[in-house]
């Protein structure tokens, strides 16, 4: 019973009869959980990147709506439309680099919390954030509302401050 073929007679014959599940067999299925999981995280990031960068042109265009005296004046007094347009780029990426630092936060938050919770029982460290990944999410964050506020920031612009000084 030494050698390698009589081994995998026996274990031939007993997968006819039994399910035999092997360490490599666990592993796969594992990493195929976590690449499933993983793909589902990155659906729900790429949705709620979405729905927030819609939230932020709402927010700049109900800025652009009520700060048209303040844009009229500004356009009045000589402001161009490239000031116009940084004003309302410059509050997107504020919105955005605030947003993406206290998101940030709040994800090294969970991952302490789950790791320190989780790492007696299941011995290794579930999550893991580095430094790369935290500046691409800021940066990311940023540029998607920078990306959001275009719509409302080129509106502002072209506003006829002549107009906007005569509404009440």
């Given at each position: 019973?030494?050698?390698?073929?009589?081994?995998?007679?026996?274990?031939?014959?007993?997968?006819?009869?039994?399910?035999?599940?092997?360490?490599?067999?666990?592993?796969?299925?594992?990493?195929?959980?976590?690449?499933?999981?993983?793909?589902?995280?990155?659906?729900?990031?790429?949705?709620?990147?979405?729905?927030?960068?819609?939230m932020?042109?709402?927010?700049?265009?109900?800025?652009?709506?009520?700060?048209?005296?303040?844009?009229?004046?500004?356009?009045?007094?000589?402001?161009?439309?490239?000031?116009?347009?940084?004003?309302?780029?410059?509050?997107?990426?504020?919105?955005?680099?605030?947003?993406?630092?206290?998101?940030?936060?709040?994800?090294?938050?969970?991952?302490?919390?789950?790791?320190?919770?989780?790492?007696?029982?299941i011995?290794?460290?579930?999550?893991?954030?580095?430094?790369?990944?935290?500046?691409?999410?800021?940066?990311?964050?940023?540029?998607?509302?920078?990306?959001?506020?275009?719509?409302?920031?080129?509106?502002?612009?072209?506003?006829?401050?002549?107009?906007?000084?005569?509404?009440?």
């Amino acid at each position: 019973m030494d050698d390698k073929s009589s081994i995998q007679s026996v274990v031939d014959q007993l997968k006819q009869s039994y399910t035999i599940t092997t360490p490599e067999n666990v592993l796969k299925e594992l990493t195929q959980t976590f690449k499933n999981i993983q793909l589902a995280m990155t659906g729900v990031s790429i949705l709620i990147l979405l729905i927030s960068s819609i939230m932020v042109g709402i927010i700049l265009f109900i800025s652009v709506l009520e700060r048209r005296k303040e844009i009229g004046l500004f356009k009045a007094i000589g402001g161009r439309k490239r000031e116009v347009r940084w004003i309302f780029f410059s509050e997107a990426i504020l919105l955005g680099g605030m947003a993406s630092i206290n998101g940030t936060v709040l994800g090294i938050v969970v991952q302490i919390i789950l790791n320190q919770a989780l790492e007696p029982r299941i011995h290794f460290q579930l999550l893991s954030i580095n430094v790369f990944t935290i500046l691409i999410s800021i940066g990311f964050g940023i540029l998607i509302n920078v990306v959001a506020g275009t719509i409302p920031a080129n509106q502002a612009a072209k506003l006829n401050p002549i107009q906007l000084l005569k509404q009440e």
